[in-house]
């Protein structure tokens, strides 16, 4: 069974800092997707890491891929309010034939 | 980029009667659908995949009899709760994947259950 962990779970900071979210996952897969999610809203894809060594950018999030091992992270720089939101990761171990199973997602709250 | 609809966004209905909720893929041909159920704070789970013409797969601990799912066209999926009660109240969130080399799932905006 596929198991995907985030950490941490809750993460509180300043704006201005750097951090870095973590999702690690059981099984083998080279594609792993990032979302975020806004109070009672659906979903908002961030990234699409497709290969080993993948990495993306857009703005102030940056994220990164080693399938080697079995590991995304999702950093955040010079945090501003507006990335307050829950993050999730989510994998997908066979090429969009079944669903993505995510982690249990990063609730971050971004204070002025 | 490509448009996934839900409707209703939201519903409340009395405990016993059955709801539907439709998932359309809008400017892309969807031939697998996927239904997710999100529970206050919780992350989403897969509940079952729905392949244009033919049945929907379920995850293990879903009622297919609860939950029947239709996927007659390549743009439309629906998800019947039966027999709603309390505990069906949830987030359904769906999501089509096209054709694409990415084969990029994109979710709807979520629909809004919640059973008195």
């Known amino acids: 069974e596929l198991k995907v962990e985030q950490n941490p779970l809750f993460l509180s900071m300043q704006e201005g800092k750097n951090y870095t979210i973590y999702c690690n996952y059981s099984t083998t897969s080279d594609r792993l997707y990032w979302y975020r999610q806004d109070p009672g809203k659906s979903l908002e894809s961030l990234f699409v890491l497709l290969s080993n060594g993948a990495v993306k950018q857009e703005g102030r999030l940056m994220a990164s891929l080693d399938t080697k091992a079995r590991l995304s992270t999702l950093h955040i720089t010079a945090a501003v309010h507006d990335l307050s939101a829950t993050y999730f990761c989510a994998v997908d171990i066979r090429r969009g034939a079944d669903g993505l199973t995510f982690g249990k997602g990063t609730h971050l709250i971004i204070q002025p | 980029g490509a448009v996934v609809s839900q409707h209703p966004s939201w519903v409340i209905c009395k405990s016993g009667t059955s709801v539907k909720i439709e998932c359309r893929s809008l400017d892309f041909q969807a031939t697998t659908m996927f239904w997710y159920r999100q529970f206050p704070k919780q992350s989403l789970m897969l509940m079952a995949t729905?392949?244009?013409?033919?049945?929907?797969?379920?995850e293990q601990g879903v009622e297919k009899d609860k939950f029947l799912i239709n996927h007659a066209s390549l743009t439309l999926s629906t998800l019947t709760v039966t027999s709603a009660h309390p505990e069906d109240s949830s987030f359904y969130i769906c999501?089509?994947?096209?054709?694409?080399?990415?084969?990029?799932?994109?979710f709807g905006p979520g629909t809004r259950l919640t059973v008195l």
């Open positions: 729905s392949n244009e013409g033919s049945k929907a797969t379920y």
């Open positions: 999501s089509a994947r096209g054709d694409s080399i990415t084969d990029t799932q994109y």
